[in-house]
């Protein structure tokens, strides 16, 4: 079975500065790991995700994430944030091996921008 | 190309009705399933579906019912709508685990 740790539930940051949210996961089996943003009021998109090969992954908007499997971690980075980006981020894991592609979340990250 | 819709998009309910959610995908996705989203506590996995015409028990699949008569649609029921499921409802579909697509969110209120 996999889990998901997001450690800040919430994260402040001045507009153009630069942010790191924080996800740990625990799993037996090898995974695929991704970030998911929600904007307030919608659905969930994919930010970006981690399959296999580089460990820096870079996604939508500028963000990025390194997977470190040493330390089981997969922080989400952005080094100058708008606005724009006040969103709930949510990390998951899944199986890699399953067939059912279920996946498992974080319990998110609330990024609130202050001008 | 829609992805993936829902409806309706809010409801209100009294102690004890009981309403279906539609969830339709228009990406021939194999996969689909139905979360919850409570705060505080991400996306919790109630059903899922890995093909037409089966279903699954996710991580909280108490007092819901599912069905997927056909490919494109997932139906979530609820049979007694209890207070507790007050909730954020998403559903999701996808073709590998690579990754998820989901709708825009159904908003129900039990009161």
């Known amino acids: 079975a996999q889990s998901v740790t997001q450690l800040d539930s919430q994260v402040p940051v001045f507009e153009e500065a630069p942010v790191e949210l924080r996800c740990n996961y625990s799993?037996?089996?090898?995974?695929?790991l991704f970030w998911y943003v929600q904007y307030p009021n919608q659905g969930l998109q994919l930010l970006l995700k981690?399959?296999?090969?580089?460990?820096l992954v870079k996604g939508i908007n500028g963000f990025e994430a390194e997977f470190n499997k040493s330390q089981t971690s997969f922080h989400l980075r952005k080094p100058s944030v708008h606005i724009s980006d006040t969103a709930e981020y949510f990390c998951?894991?899944?199986?890699?091996?399953?067939?059912?592609?279920?996946?498992?979340f974080g319990s998110g990250t609330r990024l609130s921008i202050r001008p | 190309n829609a992805g993936v819709t829902q409806t309706p998009k809010f409801r209100v309910l009294k102690t004890g009705q009981s309403m279906t959610l539609l969830c339709a995908q228009d990406?021939?996705?194999?996969?689909m399933y139905w979360y919850r989203q409570d705060p505080g506590m991400g996306l919790r996995l109630i059903h899922y579906s890995v093909g037409e015409g089966t279903t699954a028990k996710g991580e909280v699949p108490d007092g819901y019912n599912v069905s997927r008569l056909k490919k494109q649609n997932f139906l979530l029921g609820l049979e007694s709508a209890a207070p507790s499921q007050t909730s954020v409802y998403f559903c999701a579909s996808s073709q590998t685990s690579s990754e998820q697509f989901f709708g825009p969110g159904t908003r129900l209120t039990v009161l």
């Open positions: 998951a894991v899944s199986d890699r091996s399953s067939s059912a592609s279920k996946i498992i």
């Open positions: 990406m021939n996705h194999e996969y």
């Open positions: 799993s037996s089996v090898s995974v695929y």
């Open positions: 981690y399959l296999s090969g580089s460990t």
